[in-house]
Every structure is written in C-alpha cells, then in structure tokens.
C-alpha cells in the first residue's frame, strides 16, 4: 500500500488509563478533564465522550463557550466551566447551553454577568495568587460586596512553578489561595491544581484538580520518570531513498553538507504539519527495520511538506516504509526538548492539522 499522508494516532485506552491514574493520585477531589483547545488538539468531542461515558467524568474545562458547546454534546450532564469567562461574543452560546459555568476573573467581567445573568446559574472566580495573569487581585476582592461573594459557586487559582517540585513559588501560591480563600470565600469548594499540581499532593489539591496534560501522556512533572502512558504516534510515509554522494548538498540554504558518501531518505511530513523547523539538523527520525529500531538524523532545513533524513547503515529500508516521528520510545516531551520548545505546543500545532489521517485506536 502506497501512502502519501503522514498519520496522528490517539491511543484511547492509554488516554483513559492516565485520567483513572490520576484520579487516585487525588481520590478525595473531584476530578475535571481539561479538553480546550481541542482536547490539546487531539479531538474534544472523542475525548469528552469517552471520559464521560467511560471514565465517569463529569467536570470539564475549556477555555471558550464555543469549544463547551461541542463539549455538552457529548457529556449532557456535566458542568463545563469556561475559563475565558463571559462576555458579549459568548451570551448567546451560555443561554443556549445549559450546562456551561463561566470562570469570572475581573470586576469588569462579573459586572457584565450581574446584568445577564444565566438562569440561576452560579459562575466560578478566578483569583490571582503569583501567576499574574487572569484572576482578581486582592484588592479586587476588598471590594467585593457580602452578596457579590455569594454570587459563586467555586473559587480557583492556577500555578505556575508546579512542574518543579521544590521551587518556592508553590508554596508561595498555596498560602496566598488558603488566606484569601479564608478571608472571602470560606464555605466554597476550591481548585488550585491542574495536572502538574497533582503530583504536589496534600493541600494542593483541594476539592476540584484539573487534569490535561498528563491525560494526554506528557511529562508535568519532569523532575520524576514520566508515569503516564504514550498517548500520541506520529507517523508518515517515506516516499524516496537516495544516494547522496560525498560533497553534495541537503535542502534549503545548502545547510548540510555530506562529508562522506550517504544515504538519504525523504518523509512526507513538515512544518506544515507541525513539525516545529527548528528540529532542523538536529531532530530525530526512527525507522523499524529487519525487526530492529534505527535511529536517524533530520539533515538539511525542515520544508513545508517534507524531511529528509540520513539513514547510512539502515539496511533494506525502502519507498513506502513508515517513519517514527513520535511514539512511546521518542516522545512529545522528548521532541519538545529537541525543539525549543515545549511539547503542548507541538501537540496543539500537530492535533490541528488536518493533512493528518487521524486514527483512534484502543490497543
């Protein structure tokens, strides 16, 4: 079978086993998936539905109310809180569904909520404790009336040092939730943590933990051997396997020089793909060959639609073979370190793009 198109794999059985994973990392909090932007780019509605169908999940996040309508299709009888919050381009999408929760986090957004309210609906605050993004600030809060607190329904902060364990902002951010919790909001259940804070345990988990990443199988919590299962393969085609004499050049701007005579072999997949350029060089192949893994080099610079790789020395690989761009032995984390970058990024850019043949599978 002869294959153009490279191909992303979501393995929803491992998918399921990290969220039940986590959940007991947490067994006292209710457990939340994170399915903005997508599910990560991996399919919010597949990923929603199988959480709440079989993983029994009835608390999702999302970042706008478009992405929680899709959301309820699935998952009818959840709450699906939007952190972006509420306002005029998202009224009409909390009116029609109802099941959507807004996550307030400044004056000016809760003032806009208190003049279109949502059928009885209690929004979450959002408050600010050392992210220094979204959330009130504490003076935002002095102001708050007796009966504005009591307009919500939640209280949440977001960490931001959590995927280092001892790094001092956590604690930092901790006693800053806990005294201001206690000063303005006593009596509501609390979230702090997403997934990267679950691993913290104790009082950073409060009643609500938010789980994402480490759903999908990255690594938040880098300073231990990663517990989660691969999630993601990213495969594709290789299309041509050449001779490169000595001397010649590889792709754009001649960046690559072959100092010896080489083999070569090009990938249908690139940039435009989501496969970050700045692997360029440096980033890794891996190919399945006589029932051995190779592993190869990207040389040359990354084109929109194609790599190309040194394969020397990897015997009988041929047209039409598939190449290992991620998969449980190269991970996203690891690619993301290769890159520059990290890997919710080049899952995002991956999960959104639709040259992919996307396949779910449950192994």
């Known amino acids: 079978m002869i294959l153009t198109r490279p191909i992303l794999e979501i393995n929803l ?72 919050g509420y306002g005029e381009d998202s009224r009409e ?17 809760f003032d806009y909520y208190k003049q279109h309210r949502l059928n009885g609906r209690k929004p979450v605050i959002h408050i600010e404790t050392g992210l220094n993004r979204l959330g009130f600030r504490e003076n935002e809060l002095e102001r708050l009336s007796d009966s504005d607190r009591n307009e919500f329904m939640m209280v949440m902060s977001h960490l931001a040092c959590a995927d280092e364990k001892d790094h001092f902002m956590n604690e930092h951010q901790l006693n800053n939730f806990k005294r201001l919790k206690e000063q303005y909001f006593p009596r509501l259940p609390a979230s702090l943590s997403a997934s990267d804070g679950v691993f913290l345990g104790g009082d950073f988990l409060q009643d609500v933990v938010r789980l994402g990443a480490a759903m999908y199988g990255i690594n938040t919590a880098p300073y231990r051997e990663n517990q989660m299962q691969n999630v993601v393969r990213v495969t594709a085609p290789v299309l041509q396997v050449e001779d490169l004499p000595e001397g010649e050049f590889v792709g754009y701007s001649a960046t690559y020089r072959a100092n010896s005579r080489r083999k070569i072999c090009i990938i249908s997949i690139g940039y435009g793909d989501g496969i970050p350029r700045s692997l360029s060089n440096v980033g890794k192949v891996f190919f399945k060959v006589g029932g051995q893994l190779h592993e190869a080099r990207m040389i040359g610079r990354i084109s929109m639609d194609n790599i190309i790789c040194d394969v020397t020395g990897i015997e009988g690989l041929q047209s039409g073979d598939t190449a290992y761009l991620c998969d449980s032995f190269y991970t996203l984390d690891d690619m993301g370190r290769d890159a520059g970058t990290i890997s919710y990024e080049i899952m995002s850019r991956l999960g959104k793009n639709t040259r992919f043949i996307r396949r779910y599978t449950e192994e």
């Open 13 to 84: 059985t491992n998918l399921l086993n990290n969220f039940k994973m986590l959940q007991k990392l947490a067994p006292k909090a209710a457990s939340a998936g994170v399915v903005k932007d997508d599910a990560y780019g991996l399919g919010a509605v597949k990923v929603a539905g199988l959480l709440y169908t079989k993983g029994g999940c009835r608390n999702f996040f999302v970042a706008h109310a478009v992405e929680g309508e899709k959301v309820a299709s699935v998952a009818p009888e959840a709450k699906i809180f939007v952190l972006q």
């Open 93 to 109: 999408v909390f009116e029609r569904v109802p099941n959507l929760i807004p996550v307030i986090s400044n004056p000016s957004m």
